[in-house]
T-cell receptor
């Protein structure tokens, strides 16, 4: 089955700096890659996603890049703010497989004011 | 989260007792999922459903069963709870199998 590895497990940045979280996946058939943000005591929330026919996608301060050949994808957050502090999860799935997602182990991002 | 609720939010139960967690959605989404979240393991799929009475196993299904008799409800049952099933359980829904909306979670402690 699919295996998703996520790095780093913890990341601390100064407010205003950029943060980058990287994930690799093993199943070349995976074609949908969402990212979730989980705040303390809440369920994960979808923040951005990318499909395998796209190399990059941006939404304001958040961007995701995908390298299908190398089987890795990354989340980039620019101009970080304290409210970006949370746990971030990457995931990989195959859209014809009932949307079953395999998740990375998560990255705890701390943005210091 | 709007459109999806989990109950109970917290539960403490004894080893060997059966436990049922409920996920209820008002979105009429086709796909529903149960995940468990443990430190160092991220989110792992227990069972999922792709329609009424259509369910299948995920990667950590041993000791769990599910039922979906109505579109809006997806029940997760621990047949005989064990301490290894102490976890936070999340239900998720999806309309197109792209991207999930998660519930707020159920924190289950087995003593």
């Amino acid at each position: 089955g699919e295996n998703v590895e996520q790095h780093p497990s913890t990341l601390s940045v100064q407010e205003g700096d950029s943060a980058v979280i990287k994930c690799t996946y093993s199943d070349s058939a995976s074609n949908y890659f969402p990212w979730y943000k989980q705040e303390l005591g809440k369920g994960p929330q979808l923040i951005i996603d990318i499909r395998s026919n796209v190399g990059e996608k941006k939404d304001q301060r958040i961007a995701v890049t995908l390298n299908k050949t190398a089987k890795h994808f990354s989340l980039h957050i620019t101009e970080t703010q304290p409210e970006d502090s949370a746990v971030y999860f990457c995931a990989a799935s195959i859209d014809t497989n009932a949307g079953k997602s395999t998740f990375g182990d998560g990255t705890t991002l701390t943005v210091k004011p | 989260d709007a459109g999806i609720t989990q109950s109970p939010r917290h539960k403490v139960t004894e080893t060997g007792t059966p436990v049922t967690l409920r996920c209820h959605q008002t979105e009429n989404h086709r796909y529903m999922y149960w995940y468990r979240q443990d430190p160092g393991h991220g989110l792992r799929l227990i069972h999922y459903s792709y329609g009424v009475k259509d369910t299948d196993k995920g990667e950590v299904s041993d000791g769990y069963s599910v039922s979906r008799s109505k579109t809006e409800d997806f029940l997760l049952t621990l047949e005989s709870a064990t301490s290894s099933q102490t976890s936070v359980y999340f239900c998720a829904i999806s309309v197109t199998a792209y991207g999930y909306t998660f519930g707020s979670g159920t924190r289950l402690t087995v003593v």
